[in-house]
């Protein structure tokens, strides 16, 4: 299996400043031959279930506010909250889709500081 | 707008059969998608169970296979998890989810969960 490993575990951001969580892959999620990196980006809130925030590594979701926004390839893959809101407030997973079975990061919790 | 809603008991016992149900409302699980089940341990990260096409195909986690079963009920609207011989490592939220598409294995809708206790 591919093993999904954010960093840090937990970040504690001004409101108003950048988040950055990073997710870390065992093995590359690109595909060569299309270019496509086959990573997605979850946020759940406490009590709610996991909503998705970006596919494809970059391609944020219908609604969900510009400041989220998802780089990277290869191995390593970024997630950048611009100016962090206090709606932001949740743990945040990647997960992979290159591979079966889809494999999640053990998740980053956003906190405000 | 799609809405998923889990169902089953709450609390069974070590060596039994877990069987939950998942409501799907607002679109037809025969509409060419895939449906899955998602599970997250209190406190814990997610692990992908396993997910079905409507037209039979199932695919599971390698790691739970021998002991899951996918299996849809178009007449309700609904799909079903049974994952037998449970011990307390299988104590967690049971997602049900919507697949995006069938270029990539990622859910773009989820059922709020429902919690599973496995306890003598």
């Known amino acids: 299996d591919v093993v999904m490993t954010q960093s840090p575990d937990s970040l504690a951001v001004s409101l108003g400043e950048r988040a950055t969580i990073n997710c870390k892959s065992s093995?590359?999620?690109?595909?060569?031959?299309?270019?496509?990196?086959?990573l997605a980006w979850y946020q759940q809130k406490p009590g709610q279930p996991p909503t998705l925030l970006i596919s494809?590594?970059?391609t944020r979701e219908s609604g969900v506010p510009d400041r989220f926004s998802g780089s990277g390839s290869g191995t390593d893959f970024t997630l950048t909250i611009s100016s962090l809101q206090a709606e932001d407030v949740a743990v945040y997973y990647c997960?992979?889709?290159?591979?079966?079975?889809?494999?999640f990061g053990q998740g980053t919790r956003l906190e405000i500081k | 707008q799609l809405q998923l809603q889990e169902s089953g008991p709450g609390l069974i016992k070590p060596s039994e059969t877990l069987s939950l149900t998942c409501t799907v409302s607002?679109?037809?699980?025969?509409?060419?998608?895939?449906w899955g089940w998602i599970r997250q341990p209190p406190g814990k990260g997610l692990e992908w169970i396993g997910n079905?096409?409507?037209?039979?195909?199932?695919y599971y986690n390698p790691s739970l296979k021998s002991r899951v079963t996918i299996s849809a009920d178009t007449s309700k609207n609904q799909f079903s998890l049974k994952l037998t011989s449970v011990t307390a490592a299988d104590t967690a939220v049971y997602h049900c989810?919507?697949?995006?598409?069938?270029?990539?294995?990622?859910?773009?809708?989820w059922g709020q969960g429902t919690l599973v206790t496995v306890s003598s």
């Open positions: 989810a919507r697949r995006r598409d069938d270029y990539g294995d990622y859910y773009d809708y």
């Open positions: 607002g679109g037809s699980i025969s509409s060419g998608y895939f």
């Open positions: 079905f096409y409507y037209s039979g195909r199932t």
């Open positions: 093995q590359s999620v690109s595909h060569s031959a299309n270019n496509n990196n086959y």
């Open positions: 494809w590594a970059s």
């Open positions: 997960q992979q889709y290159y591979s079966a079975p889809i494999t």
